[in-house]
């Protein structure tokens, strides 16, 4: 540099970009969920945490990923951050949602009782429950535990009471269903739902979107949604960018974002987070459970569509929604593993423990203090395989088909998080419930029949 340079001539800027990534949960999650694919020879899969008050993405992982330092080695298809840019059909982690949507609008009540029958069919069209082939109908059940027993036929009843045109403006209106987060990421996707005149002219359509299939979104943006149970009913912007800071730590600038917008009131948002915390007590969400701390959540395995129309045979996408803590929502975290092989792969068995991981872990991270008593007496967790009776999937409908939608790893090693003080792995069991008979009857012109057979519950 030359002497006797004018002052001010050459200027300084220490402004760096800040994150709301933790580097440290990053690696972390992202080597556990690697190794869950590997264990159940997957396809892929994310792990996306988010603030549900402000929308702050602490955690933002996809596997496999490629190392940045080298990427003219890598494919270039693993470029595309597919959590953000891929849609796929929720199946059953879209159901709170629904059951929001119908309480907010009125058209039932927290104690409305309903008669699950365990199939139904309409037109050329048999929707049935997960389990139905092992335990037939439930018969009558309450929305909490239509939730917790993951059931079609309760979401189908449910949904029902809405008028389609009622129901189809509350998912693009309200729910913004079409439309992307907004986050500050390239290449969005939007989520994609039929024409208005293709949900409201064929019955099956509203019926399938009760049960979370028929559409497609991006894991974001459920996730997203998810954080409408959580804080109250407000809709966030998720965001991985912070603001810049100078050399001395002193933000300079922050980003603009949308105000929330209030979907749901907060009556209805912590009646259906208190159904998704007893999914987690006594529910399909049991192996998220961590010792001390109320999780609410919800499991899913959804039939994979086909890009030529209907659906794949033996594909699946498992995954787990969680909310956590659920006495004082800060998180909400989602598990997507695409296509795990193996005949006990769900989301209860796939999804969840890494769910419960990345919990344990942000718990550490943010110093998040217990609020339940610890159970020291319990064993410690050891992920388990389920017997073939309680194996049957969470949200599946072997027999709808139709025309649907088609569709970094930064290091090697893992940071140690240390564990929050008085923390004890919970121990993994299954839930069971009794049989419940149930007749046959009529709906809508369908028949519905009822097989009862000797089982117990499963998932």
């Not at 990427?71 to 199946?91: C, H, I, M, S």
């Not at 069919?121 to 909490?144: A, C, V």
């Not at 006594?282 to 961590?290: H, Y």
């Not at 344990?360 to 992920?383: G, N």
Request: a negative charge.
């Amino acid at each position: 540099m030359p002497d006797q340079i004018p002052p001010g001539f050459v200027q300084a800027d220490a402004a760096q970009l800040q994150l709301t990534l933790d580097s440290r949960l990053q690696r972390s999650i992202q080597t556990r969920l690697r190794q869950q694919i590997e264990k159940w020879s997957a396809l892929r899969g994310t792990v996306i945490v988010m603030d549900v008050q402000d929308g702050a993405i602490p955690v933002l992982v996809t596997e496999p990923s490629y190392d940045p330092n080298h990427y003219n080695q890598a494919d270039v298809k693993l470029f595309r951050n597919w959590a953000l840019t891929d849609l796929y059909e929720p199946g059953s982690t879209f159901k709170p949602l629904n059951v929001a949507i119908a309480l907010e609008d009125g058209s039932v009540q927290p104690d409305d009782i309903f008669y699950d029958a365990g199939q139904i069919t309409i037109g050329e069209w048999t929707i049935q429950n997960h389990d139905f082939r092992e335990r037939g109908g439930r018969g009558s059940l309450s929305i909490p535990d239509i939730i917790k027993y993951s059931s079609n036929i309760g979401m189908v009843r449910i949904m029902d009471e809405l008028k389609p045109e009622v129901y189809y403006n509350w998912l693009t209106q309200k729910l913004e269903l079409d439309r992307a987060t907004g986050i500050d990421l390239p290449f969005e996707a939007t989520g994609q739902l039929k024409s208005l005149e293709q949900f409201t002219g064929a019955r099956v359509e509203p019926m399938t979107t009760a049960f979370g299939q028929g559409f497609s979104l991006t894991p974001l943006k459920l996730l997203q949604l998810q954080s409408l149970l959580a804080n109250g009913g407000k809709l966030v912007t998720p965001h991985v960018v912070q603001g810049l800071v100078d050399g001395g730590g002193k933000v300079n600038w922050q980003p603009t974002l949308t105000p929330p917008k209030q979907v749901f009131s907060p009556a209805t948002s912590e009646a259906v987070l208190a159904m998704m915390e007893a999914v987690v007590q006594e529910g399909t969400g049991e192996a998220a459970q961590v010792p001390g701390y109320r999780i609410a959540g919800k499991t899913g395995t959804a039939q994979k569509a086909d890009p030529n129309g209907g659906y794949l045979d033996n594909a699946r996408i498992t995954s787990f929604v969680g909310i956590f803590p659920a006495d004082a929502p800060r998180y909400a975290v989602l598990v997507v593993v695409d296509e795990p092989q193996g005949d006990s792969a769900y989301g209860s068995t796939v999804a969840a423990p890494v769910a419960k991981f990345a919990i344990e872990h942000v718990i550490a991270a943010e110093h998040i203090l217990p609020t339940e008593p610890i159970d020291r007496s319990a064993p410690a967790v050891v992920e388990s395989t389920p017997t073939e009776e309680e194996a049957a999937i969470d949200g599946i409908t072997n027999e709808y088909s139709g025309d649907e939608y088609a569709g970094d790893e930064y290091s090697d090693w893992q940071e140690a998080i240390p564990e929050a003080e008085g923390y004890e792995q919970p121990y993994d069991e299954f839930y069971e419930e009794p049989v419940d008979n149930a007749p046959v009857e009529e709906f809508s012109g369908g028949t519905v029949e009822n097989y009862v057979e000797e089982s117990t519950e499963s998932f």
